[in-house]
């Protein structure tokens, strides 16, 4: 079965330090996602995209977080200078159609900042 | 969105059917009910959805009550694999920018098995 694959499983990164975390989701979705989950807390809605823009975005979602869709099967979430709160397992999603399509998610690269 | 309600944790037994419970008193008409599960150490994973009528797939199965204001999930023959936490989360018929919504998690249900 096809499934999301997200690279690397764990970044360990300096506080101010750019990261760059890669997903490849399922080849024929059209729907891509990211998500975070701080330990212990509930999974949180960061942004989708759609037709290589941004469709929705929630409040976490501030000016140091920036998605790209690269090439026809990387699709990436940066955050540009990083605080120690953005400590976190970060999911990525795909799904074939929208709202009511069923999301794919990979198995999450844990991020940790020093 | 329409806010659900699940028990924080279950506990049942290897080889039992379990039935997870959600309630959606405020579910509007178009609302779709959607189950997700997460296992440890893992992303969420799918697991059913539906509108008004009762469900089967090959995970699981969904009943969803008359008024639609609750609906349980079953899983007719747990597993050990099945420990996870399950999400009951509602999805919009409608929205902007090409559907491409967000899924809102809650805490969900802690599903433990017993051996």
């Known amino acids: 079965e096809p499934e999301v694959t997200q690279t690397p499983s764990h970044q360990v990164t300096q506080m101010g330090q750019e990261v760059i975390l890669r997903c490849v989701p399922i080849?024929?979705?059209?729907?891509f996602y990211w998500y975070r989950q701080i330990l212990g807390q509930k999974v949180e809605f960061l942004v989708s995209f759609y037709n290589n823009e941004i469709s929705e975005k929630s409040e976490i979602f501030d000016d140091q977080f920036s998605v790209e869709r690269p090439d026809g099967s990387n699709f990436t979430l940066k955050i540009r200078s990083t605080k120690l709160e953005d400590s976190a397992m970060y999911f990525c999603a795909s799904s074939r159609q929208g709202w009511n399509q069923p999301q794919h998610f990979g198995d999450g690269t844990r991020l940790s900042i020093l | 969105d329409a806010k659900t309600t699940q028990p924080n944790s279950m506990e049942s037994n290897e080889e039992e059917p379990v039935h997870l419970p959600c309630n959606h008193s405020t579910i509007s008409g178009t609302d779709y009910i959607h189950w997700y599960r997460q296992l440890p150490s893992q992303g969420p994973e799918y697991v059913i959805h539906?509108?008004?009528s009762n469900v089967n797939n090959r995970m699981a199965s969904l009943a969803i009550a008359e008024d639609r204001k609750s609906s349980t999930l079953i899983l007719h023959r747990a597993t050990l694999r099945d420990a996870a936490v399950y999400y009951c989360?509602?999805?919009?018929?409608?929205?902007?920018?090409?559907?491409?919504?967000?899924?809102?998690f809650g805490k969900g249900t802690h599903l433990i098995i017993q051996p």
């Open positions: 989360i509602l999805r919009g018929a409608m929205y902007s920018g090409g559907g491409a919504d967000g899924l809102t």
């Open positions: 539906g509108l008004t």
């Open positions: 080849s024929n979705h059209l729907y």
